[in-house]
C-alpha cells in the first residue's frame, strides 16, 4: 500500500517572519486524517526570515530532528548546548524529561529553510540529550538515525531508523523492508521514482510524501535530475 501527500495538499502557516507547510496536524492546521504515521508526529517544511527565528520554549518526550536546506541555525537550549546547524548537517534533541530551547536565523540577508521533524519516543521522563553529525553527500542510503546507534548513527529512543537518500542522476538503489513495519518517504530535491514490490512505480515531485505500509522491498531511481530524500523505517 502507498498513500501519497502531494506537496500542495500538505497544511500551511503564515506569519510575517515564517512561512510553513506541515505534512501533518500542526499548530492551527488540523486534519483528522493527518495526525502523523506510527511514531512519525511531525513534518514541518519552515522557511524563516533573515534575523527572525522561534524564541525559547519548551518541549517534553520527544524526539526533534532538523535538517536545514538553506542557510543556518543558531541553536541555544537549557542544556547548555550553543550550536550553529549549517546546511545538509543533522540535529536531534531528545526532550525527554523537559528542555527549553530556541532556533533563530543569524543571517541578515539570507532566509533559512529547514525541516523540523518530531518522533514519539517509546521511553518517557529520560535526562535531556542533543545530538548533531553531517553524514556527508554519499551516493544512496545512509543511515543517519537509528535505536542502537548503529555504524555512528544518532541514537532516536525509539525504534526507528531514518536513512538519507542521495541519487545522481540515471542511478538507483534499493531498501530490504518488512511487511510489519511501515515506511514514510520525504521527498526533498527532484523527481524521486520509487517501486515497491506490488510492480507499481510513483514519481515523487519535492514536497511530496508517501505512507508505506506492507511491502517487502523499495526501489529508489532517478532520472535526469539528482534526488535527495528522508526514508523513514517506523515501527
Given at each position: 500500500m502507498m498513500q501519497i501527500r502531494r506537496s500542495n495538499q500538505r497544511g500551511s502557516a503564515a506569519f510575517d517572519w515564517l512561512r510553513s507547510k506541515h505534512t501533518f496536524s500542526f499548530g492551527?492546521?488540523?486534519?483528522?486524517?493527518?495526525m502523523?504515521?506510527?511514531?512519525?508526529?511531525?513534518i514541518n517544511d519552515d522557511e524563516v526570515i533573515p534575523e527572525a527565528g522561534f524564541p525559547t520554549h519548551g518541549h517534553?518526550?520527544?524526539?526533534i530532528i532538523s535538517y536545514v536546506l538553506e542557510g543556518e541555525i543558531a541553536h541555544k537550549d537549557s542544556e547548555g548546548?550553543?550550536?550553529r546547524l549549517p546546511p545538509g548537517e543533522f540535529q536531534l534533541m531528545s526532550a525527554g524529561s523537559?528542555?527549553?530551547h530556541s532556533e533563530f536565523n543569524p543571517s541578515a540577508s539570507k532566509k533559512l529553510h529547514f525541516l523540523q521533524i518530531w518522533i514519539q519516543p517509546n521511553v518517557v521522563g529520560q535526562k535531556p540529550s542533543y545530538q548533531q553529525k553531517d553524514f556527508g553527500q554519499t551516493q544512496?542510503?545512509?543511515?543517519?538515525i537509528s535505536p542502537d546507534s548503529a555504524?555512528?548513527?544518532?541514537?532516536?529512543?525509539?525504534?526507528?531508523?531514518?536513512?538519507?537518500l542521495i541519487l545522481s542522476p540515471q542511478s538507483c538503489t534499493q531498501l530490504s523492508t518488512k511487511i510489519t513495519r511501515h515506511y514514510y518517504i520525504h521527498n526533498i530535491e527532484g523527481p524521486l521514482i520509487i517501486k515497491g514490490n506490488d510492480g507499481k512505480w510513483e514519481t515523487l515531485q519535492a514536497g511530496d510524501g508517501v505512507k508505506i505500509e506492507s511491502l517487502n522491498e523499495l526501489s529508489f531511481n532517478a532520472k535526469d535530475e539528482p534526488v535527495k530524500a528522508l526514508v523513514f523505517d517506523l515501527p
Open positions: 492551527d492546521y488540523y486534519d483528522q486524517t493527518q502523523g504515521f506510527s511514531a512519525l508526529r511531525v517534553r518526550d520527544m524526539e548546548n550553543v550550536t523537559g528542555i527549553r544512496g542510503l545512509t543511515l543517519v555504524n555512528g548513527s544518532l541514537h532516536v529512543k525509539q525504534d526507528a531508523n531514518v536513512y538519507q
